[in-house]
């Protein structure tokens, strides 16, 4: 029982990912479902940053070094096209307030 188990989950998480290697071009997605998957890496990041930056110890804390060092990585991205600056401004934003009293 534990080896069909295995079998199925293995299933379960490779078809779907092979049905889109094997069908290629034969199959043509709704352009719904097609505008709805541009949305898909960003849903994907947002997941993954969001809960690491409001959440500090196990704890919701939307004011925290973390947010501010996002805060200005955001800024310093829309506010300039070098690659390098929004890491440089995040990194000294969020390493100020860590160093403040309280942080």
Do not use: E, K
């Not at 078809?15 to 997605?29: C, E, M, Y």
């Not at 541009?38 to 409001?54: E, G, K």
């Amino acid at each position: 029982m534990l080896w069909l188990t295995f079998i199925l989950a293995g299933l379960a998480t490779t078809l779907p990912r092979a049905s889109f290697i094997v069908l290629g071009g034969r199959v043509r997605l709704p352009p719904t479902l097609q505008r709805a998957l541009r949305y898909a890496p960003a849903a994907a990041l947002a997941a993954i940053v969001v809960p690491d930056v409001l959440v500090v110890a196990g704890d919701f804390a939307p004011l925290n070094p973390n947010l501010a060092g996002v805060s200005a990585a955001v800024a310093a991205a829309l506010l300039s096209r070098n690659p390098w600056l929004p890491f440089i401004a995040g990194m000294v934003a969020l390493h100020a307030l860590r160093w403040l009293p309280g942080g």
